[in-house]
């Protein structure tokens, strides 16, 4: 998202202001660069590995099905844990919880770059995204503890957003330049000088206040612990069958724990999730409908990644420039959107929206093995992320409007959650539902394409290429219809009126 649309949603509440920052002698450029560079880096990694999944795959030997977990790993960690690493940061300091998640964002990143074998790999993945959970709401909150209220704190607000909404594209951009010109270890390599960098210069932010409460752990474990095995349940049933006995136990303990992390919420006096948030119509509608824009954007950066290096033989380089498209189009829109706000209901511009995203997942579905960069796949991209980028700034502004102002950072991070688990579950969902398409066209079909590929038999290449090219277009009528499901929520269930532009703002991070 553009700087301009992240400056639609509401800072992060009174608290984050602390004690004031200081300016006398404090280096703000240095320390706008430290928070910059850790806001790159955090939404950087979110698509960073995209660009290596075939490569990992091969030197790995990752199974179809565990290769969504590369992926999925952090997303879910990341957005399970995000809550409860703002609430750390409100209890122990930020500046210290910023520190504490870099350093093991730092760590995680070494592990994944000497990684042996997947099952290493997905679990340094897991502790990147702890590391970020903590990490990112504290980068937002120590720019205003650090910059002075006016111009200073608005130009580092607006460097902050701007992170973000370039991050998606500099990590398909360097994954690419990465793997195909050092090794995909490289996409892990990367963070270690930027983290140990960053963390050098944490010296010169202001810590704020910490605040009184109580860090909800059970909470934090039954709600990630849920998502994790339903994803798991998930993926396992569309490899294993849904009758599997593991696929089973999966979906129990997953429905145990999601109803121990709700009766947890109601009851406990500091909540992670706070349930009064969801009491709102307008605000609920808003946290569902980005679910499903979560769930489809994610499987579109996934899927498209696998098209073009495997059906279309692109570079890794190669493939990075070929998103760059959606960075257009998403900017563009998001500019444009945050303009209409003022003059709009939400709902009557997200809903156009996600009805044009919508649209170009189903010019997605009709790819085929041949079809063109140019007359397919460039156009396609541009349309669905013209409809994408009109949808980030009204439903943040249905997230938080009415909220109290104790809320609007809760809030605002309940967001960027729904979109992070909804990326996590959709992919899994779409990866079930492209796995299936291509084995009924041609059983074990990735696995033939792969053997067709190093042997260099181009009839089978051709057969399996067809098969599990079947199987992405299916994924993406299904995610086109995510998007539909989004609409009817936002047209029923997001009610807001329009909008004045607040400054200050926790983006939305894309992809």
Known sequence: ??????????????????????????????????????????????????????????????????????????????????????????????????????????????????????????????????????????????????????????????????MAGIGATVGLLLGGVLTDVLDWRWVFFVNIPIGLAVLAGTRTLVEAERHHGRLDVPGAITGTGGLITLVYGITRGGDQGWTNGLTLVSFGAAVVLLVAFLFLQARTTHPMMPLRLFADRSRWGSYATMLFIGAGMFATFYFLTLYMQLILGYSAVKTGFGFLPISFGMAAAAGVSSKLVARFAPRVIAGPGLLVAAGGMFWFATLEPGSSYAGHLMPAMFVTALGLGATFVPMTLGAVSGVSHDDTGVASALLNTAQQIGGALGLAILSTVSTSAANDRLPEAASSLYQGLATKDLTLVAKAGDAVTHGYTMAFAAAAALFLAGLLVTAFAVNAGKQQHIEGAPPVHLG
Do not use: C
């Not at 795959?57 to 409860?84: E, H, K, M, R």
């Not at 964002?105 to 994944?112: C, H, I, N, V, Y």
């Open 1 to 162: 998202m553009s700087a301009d649309s992240a400056a639609v949603i509401a800072p992060a509440g009174p608290d984050a202001s602390g004690p004031g920052p200081a300016t006398g002698g404090r280096h703000l450029g240095l320390a706008l660069v430290v928070i910059a560079a850790a806001q790159l880096m955090v939404v950087l990694d979110a698509t960073i590995t995209n660009i290596a999944l075939p490569a990992i795959q091969t030197d790995l030997g990752v199974s179809d099905s565990n290769l969504a977990w590369i992926v999925n790993s952090y997303a879910l960690a990341f957005g399970g844990l995000l809550l409860l690493g703002g609430k750390a940061g409100d209890l122990f300091g930020r500046r210290r919880m910023f520190q504490a998640g870099i350093a093991v964002f730092t760590l995680a990143s070494l592990l994944g770059g000497l990684a042996p074998n997947e099952g290493l790999l997905i679990g340094a993945r897991i502790l990147q995204g702890v590391g970020a959970a903590f990490a990112a709401p504290s980068a937002l909150a120590l720019i205003t503890t650090t910059f002075p209220e006016g111009k200073p704190r608005n130009s580092a607000m607006g460097v902050y957003a701007g």
